[in-house]
């Protein structure tokens, strides 16, 4: 197999970040979080119209912190979509709160309220709502079934910065919405989360959470439960300009979308999921075929970079048998089809083409 000429995705820093990070160290700062990372937060809590945003030092803890901030504790039950990144369910483990898996949406690939529903018990306290791939269903609809049933509603939008429903940002329907700045999301620091709400209990809560139980940075008096989960000015500094690049990243994104759309279309064997690009902004091309193996390889061969989309969660090593009496049909059929094309912002009209034309000669040979 040839060398892989176009990723699946990859970073995209210039000298602005180089330029920052170079002013960042000589003007003598700590590297921890300080001013900068508070000068980021403004500018997420701004971009994603909340009154306040945390950084954390991934997306995987900030739910973590989430569920504790909304006093979940060990034993208690938060309903996770089954098609989602393993970070959702362990989030929750990692604290002994069980994740109970939900079967997704064909429409939108979200969890799937309905089935929701039935999965609800007393021990049920948090719907954690991801938005796979920057879509959701109608959020008011969700935050509505979530105070009906008395959940907390957490925004798992790691991958819906930049995606809205009905020109609200995702993330502010519930309690806390989060986000992750690790490689493959539009923007990065590295690695990186962040947590946003409207609720200034919910925001002390966190902010000493993530710092040791502590009132403030200095002293050594800690009269709450807390941990070390804080970010750098090091990131910052990076996170700042990669937020400045956001929404021409997210237009490009769109853009991309709507090529690949326009060129494969037709082909029968492909399908893409409905989009609005007015609300998302899809952070990865995902396309369901019926042997997404062998077009994966017939792209590779091409120089063209792919990636299966998650395995179902129940069906991952780790979490198969304490869901083993279940079905997620909805699931299983995405799940098996799913594949990831090349994404990156970074790619041009030409690379897009070829890999049109590439996935067109597959289903035409
Ligand atoms: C990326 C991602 C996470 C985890 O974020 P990290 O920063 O890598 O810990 C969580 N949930 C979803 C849906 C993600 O895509």
Not at 211 to 218: A, C, H, S, V, Y
Not at 232 to 241: M, N, P, R, S, Y
Not at 292 to 303: C, D, E, I, Q, Y
């Amino acid at each position: 197999m040839g060398e892989i000429k176009i990723p699946q995705m990859e970073p995209w820093f210039d000298e602005k970040e180089a330029k920052a990070i170079y002013d960042y160290v000589k003007s003598g700062g700590w590297l921890t979080e300080f001013k900068k990372t508070e000068e980021l937060e403004k500018m997420l809590s701004r971009f994603t119209g909340t009154k306040f945003a945390i950084m954390t030092n991934n997306g995987t803890i900030s739910l973590t912190l989430a569920m504790i901030a909304l006093g979940l504790v060990a034993g208690d039950e938060i309903l996770v979509p089954d098609l989602t990144m393993i970070s959702s369910p362990n989030s929750a483990h990692m604290v002994g709160i069980k994740p109970v898996l939900v079967d997704i949406e064909a429409s939108t690939l979200c969890i799937d309220l309905k089935d929701a529903e039935k999965k609800i018990s007393k021990k049920t306290k948090a719907l954690m709502y991801v938005a796979f791939n920057g879509r959701s269903a109608n959020m008011k609809k969700v935050a509505a079934f979530c105070k009906k049933h008395r959940l907390f509603l957490l925004e798992d939008s790691a991958q819906g910065l930049g995606s809205y429903w009905n020109r609200k940002h995702l993330g502010t329907f519930g309690e806390i919405g989060s986000f992750s700045f690790s490689v493959p999301k539009v923007i990065t620091t590295g690695q990186g989360g962040a947590l946003i709400t409207n609720s200034k209990l919910l925001y002390n809560r966190l902010k000493k959470l993530k710092d040791f139980g502590r009132d403030k940075g200095g002293i050594d008096f800690h009269p709450h439960m807390g941990w070390n989960f804080k970010f750098t000015d090091l990131q910052a500094v990076i996170g700042i300009e990669q937020m400045k690049k956001l929404s021409t990243r997210l237009e490009k994104k769109r853009q991309i979308y709507k090529w690949y759309l326009d060129g494969l279309k037709d082909i029968k064997d492909i399908e893409f999921v409905e989009t609005n690009l007015k609300n998302t902004s899809p952070w990865f091309i995902d396309i369901f075929v019926s042997k997404p193996n062998g077009l994966a390889v017939h792209l590779a061969k091409r120089g063209i970079g792919t990636r299966r989309i998650y395995p179902a969660i129940h069906t991952q090593k780790i979490w198969k048998e304490a869901f083993k009496r279940n079905k997620f049909p909805v699931t299983s059929n995405y799940a098996d089809r799913g594949l990831w094309l090349p994404s990156s912002a970074k790619l041009t009209r030409r690379e897009v083409n070829y890999v049109i034309q590439s996935i067109r000669e597959h289903y035409e040979a």
